[in-house]
Structure formats: structure tokens, C-alpha cells
């Protein structure tokens, strides 16, 4: 069994993680709590499930006091495409293409089983198909990271 990273989550890389409204995440999480929400590629079915529960839940999220905040795999203007198709215009995004965010924070690449097995399978079904989420090629990034979610608050 893949054993997780261990996080080496630090100042310097919360600081050089920018947004899209070039803050970033280090001053972010002093100003309020931020919900750091790793996405997989665009493609992905279980993403786009991701990004419209995510958008029925903000508004109440956001309520809290707590800052949404998106972590991706491709570039700006290809993530705000989605995130307006998903009801999530506006959102506050980090573009990652090299997944060293991902690494940072001990997200591990899927094996085969998580990404291939016969639960993925049904789940995928049910999501993409059932639940109308669709599926998807391929896009932008990489197919094997696995997503995450993550609270900062006060660095």
C-alpha cells in the first residue's frame, strides 16, 4: 500500500502560491479561514461533481467566514471556463500545471485500483451518467493526481 507524503507545507510556499486576484495564500489565511480544494483534471467526472457540489454548498460556506479557494491543474482561463459552466463564477483559483502544490501538500498520484477498480467504474457511472456530470477526456494535467482538501487558518 502507497504510504501518503508527509506535508512540508511552509510560509514560503503558502506566500508563493498566487490567485487568479493575485493574492496569496500565506496573507489569505490571516484574513479569514480558506478551504483549499485540490482539484483532479477538468476531464474528470468525479471534478466536475466536485465543482457543482461545491457550488450549492459556497454560498453557506461563505457564510462562515471561510474563503473558498481552488487548486488546478491547468491554466486560468481554461479553470474559469469551468468554474462559470458549475455556477462557481468569480472563484478565487491557484493554477498548478507542474502539480508541485499537490506534492507540497502529500497528495499522492492514484494507483490502479483507486483510479481503474470497479467502484471507480460504478461511482463514475452514477456521477457521469446518472447524476449528469458526463465523461470526459482527458484534460490539462495529470490524469493520476489525486485531489484534496485542505483548511488554513492563521498560516
Request: net charge neutral; hydrophobic share 40%.
Given at each position: ?24 495564500l500565506w496573507q489569505m489565511s490571516f484574513q479569514h479561514p480558506v478551504l483549499l480544494i ?118
Amino acid at each position: 500500500m502507497q504510504q501518503p507524503n508527509h506535508p512540508s507545507i511552509s510560509q514560503e510556499l503558502l506566500a508563493s502560491m498566487r490567485t487568479n486576484t493575485e493574492n496569496d495564500l500565506w496573507q489569505m489565511s490571516f484574513q479569514h479561514p480558506v478551504l483549499l480544494i485540490f482539484l483532479r483534471h477538468f476531464g474528470c467526472t468525479f471534478c466536475r461533481e466536485a465543482l457543482s457540489d461545491i457550488a450549492k454548498s459556497r454560498a453557506s460556506i461563505e457564510m462562515t467566514g471561510t474563503r473558498v479557494v481552488f487548486v488546478h491543474m491547468t491554466d486560468n482561463k481554461t479553470a474559469e471556463r469551468y468554474f462559470q459552466r458549475y455556477g462557481l463564477s468569480g472563484a478565487v483559483h491557484v493554477s498548478d500545471p507542474a502539480c508541485k502544490f499537490y506534492e507540497s501538500f502529500g497528495l499522492v498520484k492514484g494507483n490502479f485500483t483507486q483510479l481503474f477498480g470497479l467502484q471507480s467504474w460504478i461511482r463514475g457511472f452514477q456521477a457521469g451518467v446518472i447524476n449528469g456530470h458526463g465523461v470526459g477526456h482527458k484534460q490539462i494535467g495529470d490524469g493520476f493526481q489525486m485531489p484534496g482538501v485542505f483548511v488554513l487558518h492563521d498560516g
